[in-house]
């Protein structure tokens, strides 16, 4: 199932948008406010972000110039009542991919949003790489050298978020977002079990790199065990 990130603040609007997206197959993580969102941004990699301008904290379109300035490539798709073209032209300008003025029918949002998902993947980020290993997202491999393996959804988004950071320690709280989102119900045990299976795998195709328990703290990359 695709996922995707989306900002509204008007809960009732959300939550249809949200059912209208799961019919359609794809998931959806809502945010009301900017800063919540850029926060999850950090540790999740959505497929797509779809923003409201008018939000609580500001003009959703922050988010986006954040974004871009980060060098991060997310399709972003802007909704809002304000349908001047000056207002379209400022949004496009500013990173935006697509642009839907409300009221707008569901399936519209729906055929933009897929359009946005259709996107090859090198026009939506550079390949993320560590060291001697190298993620696909849109195909879900892992690779290292010539060897490769595909992984599950939650185990690819974990992978892209201990790469990210380059070898900096995750929160376990981040990765559990990253892997099952920011609203879903995780066993305790989860994020365990599913960081033993990519170390079999690293270990499968030949990487130097480890995944480091660091006490306390989270779960890092490292070619070498972490002092005590």
């Known amino acids: 199932m695709n996922r995707i990130a989306l900002l509204e603040d008007h809960a009732r609007l959300a939550d249809l948008i949200c059912q ?3 019919n359609a197959g794809i998931a959806a993580d809502v945010f009301h406010g900017i800063d919540a969102a850029w926060h999850a941004l950090q540790h999740i990699e959505y497929e797509v972000v779809v923003v409201d301008r008018g939000l609580p904290d500001g003009d959703g379109l922050t988010l986006v110039k954040r974004l871009r300035a980060a060098g991060r490539a997310t399709p972003c798709l802007m909704l809002t009542a304000r349908d001047a073209l000056h207002d379209r032209i400022d949004g496009l300008d500013s990173g935006a991919d697509d642009y839907l003025t409300k009221p707008f029918p569901m399936e519209e949002l729906i055929a933009r949003v897929r359009a946005l998902l ?3 993947a090198q026009l939506r980020a550079l390949t993320p790489s560590h060291a001697d290993i190298q993620l696909d997202p849109e195909s879900g491999e892992l690779r290292c050298s010539t060897s490769v393996l595909t992984l599950p959804p939650a185990e690819m988004q974990i992978m892209l978020c201990l790469v990210r950071k ?5 929160r376990r709280s981040a990765l559990e977002a990253a892997a099952w989102g920011m609203l879903e119900a995780v066993t305790p045990n989860a994020l ?3 960081i033993h299976r990519l170390r079999r795998k690293l270990d499968v195709l030949g990487s ?3 995944i480091i328990n660091v006490r306390g703290q989270g779960y890092a990359l490292s070619e070498a065990p972490l002092a005590a």
Do not use: H, T
């Open 208 to 210: 130097s790199l480890q």
């Open 20 to 22: 209208a997206l799961a």
């Open 166 to 170: 380059g070898g900096a320690v995750v």
């Open 192 to 194: 365990d079990v599913a």
């Open 118 to 120: 259709r996107r090859p």
